[in-house]
């Protein structure tokens, strides 16, 4: 074998080599990079899958948040209004029954002072000495022993028709003009 067969060969084995490698790495390299497009897809799906478990996640503990926590304090908000507005009905019905208690006072307040004045201008009567409408005043004032004084008096029983005076003192019962009840005082 000739120099020149002996470079043929290790040139010649050399260049199929060198193009097999060639190739060879072209195919290591589609493979790799198909592996790597392999691999940003399935972290694309992962990322994807984790987003969608964050958004289910989110949906579940808003859905929790809403039962649990918004609904009671709504039904609770709906309860304390309509408790409210039941309220402010009632101050309403008892403002009305405050304003009408107020016009009976000052109705009641004006007829006690036409009262006094004219208690007060029955004392200038010649008939005050045996009026009976003073008697029952100053007995309604002096008593404090529980006695009725609206329903029975004395002094009624002491006067006759015409207005005239029986007997002044009404301390014997069965008198003429007396008074047969004396209300559980001693005779």
Do not use: W
Not at 8 to 25: E, Y
Not at 79 to 99: C, F, I, P, V, Y
């Amino acid at each position: 074998m000739s120099f020149s067969e002996i470079f043929n060969l290790l040139l010649g084995g050399t260049v199929i080599t060198l193009i097999v490698a060639l190739a060879t790495m072209k195919a290591t390299v589609r493979k790799a990079n198909a592996e790597a497009e392999k691999a940003k897809a399935d972290a694309d799906k992962a990322r994807a899958e984790a987003e969608a478990v964050r958004i289910t996640n989110t949906e579940n503990a808003t859905r929790i948040l809403m039962e649990n926590i918004v609904k009671p304090l709504k039904e609770e908000l709906h309860a304390t209004r309509q408790e409210l507005h039941a309220t402010r009905e009632k101050l309403s019905a008892n403002e009305e029954l405050m304003a009408g208690m107020q016009k009976e006072l000052a109705s009641t307040k004006r007829a006690v002072s036409r009262l006094s004045r004219a208690v007060e201008s029955a004392k200038n009567c010649p008939h005050t000495d045996d009026c009976v409408v003073l008697y029952k005043l100053r007995n309604n004032k002096k008593e404090s022993d529980g006695a009725d004084t609206d329903i029975f008096d004395i002094r009624e029983d002491r006067h006759d028709v015409n207005g005239d005076q029986v007997d002044n003192n009404a301390d014997n019962p069965g008198e003429p003009g007396g008074s047969d009840n004396i209300r559980g005082q001693p005779p």
